[in-house]
Nanobody, 123 residues
Framework: QVQLVESGGGSVQAGGSLRLSCVAS????????VAWFRQAPGKEREGVAA???????KYADSVKGRFTISQENAKNTLFLQMNSLKPEDTAMYYC?????????????????WGQGTQVTVSS
């Protein structure tokens, strides 16, 4: 079974930066998409960014130009570099994986999920 473990969350002031990591184990699919999602209290979980085995990338409009998704394939690690953080970025951030390379940002398009890491941005 696939395991995904996020880290790197914390509390920062508006305009600051954080780098999230997600380490995957037991992931052997020849094709895949991996993605970051976030969920604020009382709100639906939303897709942030996705990357697939071809290196193709998709971002939500709300984070374009501020966030960068990347992967280190040899270590099965996914990253999310978050710059110019805003209070509205405050949420629990989750990584997710699927064996298809569709780059979707829909929650129901991913089979495997991590436990999440909290990001809090203060004004």
């Amino acid at each position: 079974q696939v395991q995904l473990v996020e880290s790197g969350g914390g509390s920062v002031q508006a305009g600051g930066s954080l780098r999230l990591s997600c380490v995957a184990s037991g992931y052997t699919y020849p094709t895949y998409s991996v993605a970051w999602f976030r969920q604020a209290p009382g709100k639906e979980r939303e897709g942030v960014a996705a990357i697939n085995g071809y290196g193709s990338i998709k971002y939500a409009d709300s984070v374009k130009g501020r966030f960068t998704i990347s992967q280190e394939n040899a270590k099965n690690t996914l990253f999310l570099q978050m710059n110019s953080l805003k209070p509205e970025d405050t949420a629990m951030y989750y990584c997710a994986a699927d064996q298809r390379s569709w780059l979707l940002l829909n929650t129901d398009s991913y089979n495997d999920w991590g436990q999440g890491t909290q990001v809090t941005v203060s004004s």
